[in-house]
């Protein structure tokens, strides 16, 4: 049937249309003033309280900033709003939430890993053994307080000990400034704050080496400074019983592995069953490229490493040490091929590794 423009039906759709057109515009407006309200009323107070108080807009933000910090220590003025507040919680003073030992937990955690051991998967088990001490060994730089406080949070309260070199050169070479100096923000944050645990130990040790002597070698300044971390483990009282972790600042176990590599009976972390010929045990891990929205799909990584204490120079059985004049390829590093598993021979070595 035909309804001519001036049909009742037809005047009253015409009216309904313009109601909704009216609803939705007034809809509209209402999401606009939702959204911009917010933001106008957080810039006409840091306004107001810069006015007042005489101060730039982003040091109010850090003067906000200490106030909900327990430890009453000010953030780095330039780490962002998502910097801001992943520091604010991991700065926060709290319990280690899962610090007690639950034998169920744990059976159902190591029954989730496995060592690669003879071309087969070697899951472990529980057996009600008491937590390893674990020690963190880290180079340290211009990592950005993303990576170091996301690295915290999923550690806290873990380690016995954590600790970290920087150098005052890159690997290559090229001078750079100090960034942890001793009064600074940066390593009040890092050093004083119990930032990785009310009970966690954090050591620092400054690398300077301006000399020609053992340099020379792909990564041979790295391994330098590697080998301070040793000595910071030893002062930090590690045994051959507990286990070092060796990373990158930008790099961590999940806290779930970590949690088993304290409980768990893997070979390579059994003073027992560990003779030092294959010592590390590597994790292989997920690469990630800015933030968890730029995961890699096709790369891996193998590290960090874990090794036992048994196995580390100084502290394990110094029978065990290698001669670098004869042993090594250079000082502070590497195997020569006579004394690599590669070639099944570790001639003048004991074959037992001797733990007290």
Avoid at 56 to 72: A, G, R, T, V, Y
Wanted: with cysteine; aromatic share 10%; hydrophobic share 35%.
């Amino acid at each position: 049937m035909h309804l001519s423009p001036s049909s009742p039906r037809r005047r009253e759709d015409k009216r309904r249309m313009s109601s909704i057109s009216l609803l939705l515009i007034i809809l509209g407006i209402a999401i606009v003033v939702f959204a911009v309200t917010p933001i106008f009323i957080h810039h006409s107070v840091g306004i107001q309280q810069s006015t007042t108080n005489n101060a730039p807009h982003h040091l109010i933000h850090q003067l906000q900033s200490k106030d909900l910090n327990k430890n009453n220590i000010p953030l780095p003025p330039d780490i962002g709003e998502a910097g801001r507040f992943l520091l604010l919680n991991a700065l926060k003073k709290r319990p280690v939430w899962d610090d007690k030992l639950d034998t169920d937990i744990e059976t159902e955690r190591c029954r989730r890993y496995f060592t690669y051991h003879n071309n087969t998967n070697q899951f472990s088990d529980y057996k009600g053994r008491k937590r390893r001490r674990l020690f963190l060994g880290s180079l340290i730089a211009d990592d950005s307080w993303h990576a170091l406080g996301a690295l915290s949070m999923e550690t806290y309260g873990i380690y016995t000990a954590v600790a970290f070199v920087e150098s005052n050169r890159t690997q290559t070479g090229t001078p750079r400034k100090l960034r942890f100096v001793n009064g600074s923000l940066e390593h009040e944050i890092l050093f004083e704050s119990n930032l990785f645990g009310p009970n966690t130990q954090v050591m620092l040790e400054q690398f300077s080496f301006e000399g020609t002597g053992p340099i020379g070698g792909h990564l041979i300044r790295e391994q330098m400074q590697r080998a301070l971390i040793i000595d910071m483990w030893k002062k930090a009282g590690m045994t051959p019983y507990d286990i070092g972790v060796l990373t990158d600042a930008d790099e961590t176990p999940t806290r779930d592995f970590l949690r088993a590599a304290q409980t768990c009976e893997f070979p390579h972390l059994d003073p027992a069953t560990q003779n030092c010929h294959t010592a590390k045990l590597i994790a292989c891990s997920k690469v990630f490229e800015g933030s968890p929205e730029c995961m890699t799909i096709t790369r891996d990584w193998m590290h960090p490493d874990m090794i036992l204490g048994k196995c580390i120079e100084g502290i394990g059985d110094d029978e065990f040490k290698l001669d670098w004049k004869t042993q090594r390829m250079r000082q502070f590093a590497w195997r020569k091929a006579p004394y690599t598993v590669k070639y099944t021979n570790y001639s003048g070595w004991p074959k037992e590794k001797k733990s007290e």
